[in-house]
């Protein structure tokens, strides 16, 4: 599978953006998606997932309640809106999934259980 990013871009905070994550070369309907964020010289670090089947989301702690994940089936993508975005958002935001199988609810906000990744999209926010 193929995915990317993309709708980052720099706003002000309290703004909103919309981040939209398209796959080629698999149905993301089947899969487990997630996004994740790095900021310079900082972990990749986990912002949110939708698990299939079950349709479960989770969140990270720091953007729970301001962020959400969502899918698209027809569109092939997921999404996630970002509502009162504050500096510390700021970093490249990445999709990811793992066609290699279903990830395990214990492992969901672990980088490395997802093993296809997109390229990235900058979100910066000014303060």
């Known amino acids: 599978v193929q995915l990317q990013a993309s709708g980052g871009g720099l706003v002000q905070a309290g703004a909103s953006l919309r981040l939209s994550c398209v796959a080629s070369?698999?149905?993301?309907?089947?899969?487990?998606m997630g996004w994740f964020r790095q900021a310079p010289g900082k972990e990749r670090e986990f912002v949110a997932s939708?698990?299939?089947?079950?349709?479960?989301?989770y969140y990270g702690d720091s953007v729970k309640g301001r962020f959400t994940i969502s899918t698209d089936n027809a569109k092939n993508s997921v999404h996630l809106q970002m509502n009162s975005l504050k500096p510390e958002d700021t970093a490249v935001y990445y999709c990811?999934?793992?066609?290699?199988?279903?990830?395990?609810?214990?492992?969901?906000?672990?980088?490395?259980?997802?093993?296809?990744w997109g390229q990235g999209t900058q979100v910066t926010v000014s303060s």
């Open positions: 990811a999934s793992n066609t290699r199988g279903r990830i395990i609810t214990s492992s969901i906000r672990n980088p490395s259980a997802y093993k296809d």
């Open positions: 070369g698999s149905t993301l309907s089947s899969l487990d």
């Open positions: 939708f698990r299939r089947g079950v349709s479960n989301t």
